[in-house]
């Protein structure tokens, strides 16, 4: 498995320079995470100088994802195609520049963004709306060579793992993988002290799907209500069974990216020494 980072970068995939990588070579990681506000404005140029720089470092290029809201599921027709178009561009752009999957994410009914919860999530029009939207972009990456790299959480629509399965098999598209990302799904006292379990039904249901991962981890607050945070991977207080997750990403893709995510610069090195530490003790060895 390669060991990758969702940051380091200041803007979008445009501001990655030799400075960029160095750091994050300088920090163990193989790879770096390409986000891109507006794929369509790309220029040959452009691709050419960061694929250059990615293949002068060794890094194999890297997961794609593009700044596009929860409109995937939306029931404004017009904000839907508007999304559906976005990450088709984003698959183009990934071909081009020779990321093998870009991000695909379930959105929401919400206004307030595409990570948070609404009453219609787990809705059958939802799920509907989201399975044409799913279908009509897979079009697109199936001529390109690309695959889409689906992911959940408990408050989107795809709130489980029985229910990635659902949209992946309603689908029927082979570009339609999973991008493992287990303490999105964490919605339960019972799955916060249990999540091995989780992890399990996870690999149990989707192994043939996953094709990669994002690593991070969460803690239980103590307070009256169930209340759960993303922390550093290895501190005291952190809970995900990172054993179990790094062995079943090693049995079920070896060739996995690991991208860990969603911390500020100055916390990553900390979070790579965690996971790192995780792996040694879970007899892991990254490529």
């Not at 220029?43 to 929860?70: C, H, W």
């Not at 009509?136 to 029985?162: D, F, H, K, T, W």
Request: charged share 25%; hydrophobic share 40%.
């Amino acid at each position: 498995m390669i060991l990758g980072v969702a940051g380091l970068v200041r803007g979008d995939w445009r501001t990655i320079d030799t400075d960029t990588l160095q750091v994050a070579a300088d920090l163990g990681f193989k790879t770096v995470q390409v986000r891109a506000d507006d794929p369509a404005s790309a220029t040959d140029s452009d691709i050419s100088r960061v694929a250059g720089l990615y293949k002068e470092f060794g890094f194999p290029m890297a997961q794609s994802v593009g700044n596009y809201g929860g409109g995937l599921c939306s029931a404004d027709e017009a904000e839907r195609s508007s999304a559906i178009a976005f990450l088709a561009e984003m698959v183009r752009f990934s071909a081009k520049l020779g990321c093998p999957n870009t991000y695909f994410r379930p959105g929401s009914m919400s206004a307030r963004g595409a990570w948070t919860p609404h009453p219609e999530n787990r809705s059958a029009p939802v799920f509907d709306r989201l399975v044409d939207s799913a279908k009509r972009a897979c079009a697109v990456a199936e001529s390109e060579g690309v695959e889409l790299a689906i992911e959940g959480g408990v408050v989107s629509p795809l709130y489980s793992a029985r229910r990635v399965r659902d949209l992946i098999d309603a689908v029927g598209s082979p570009a339609l993988k999973f991008n493992m990302d287990p303490v999105n799904f964490i919605g339960s006292i019972e799955q916060a002290y249990d999540n091995t379990s989780l992890l399990n039904e996870f690999y149990e249901l989707l192994p043939d799907r996953i094709l990669g991962a994002h690593a991070k981890d969460f803690t239980l607050i103590a307070t009256l209500l169930p209340r759960f945070e993303e922390t550093i991977i290895g501190q005291p207080e952190s809970m995900l069974d990172q054993a179990t997750f790094l062995r079943g990403m090693q049995r079920v893709c070896p060739d996995a990216h690991i991208l860990i995510e969603h911390l500020p610069d100055s916390k990553v090195p900390l979070a790579a020494e965690g996971l790192r530490r995780e792996a040694e003790m879970a007899g892991i060895t990254w490529d």
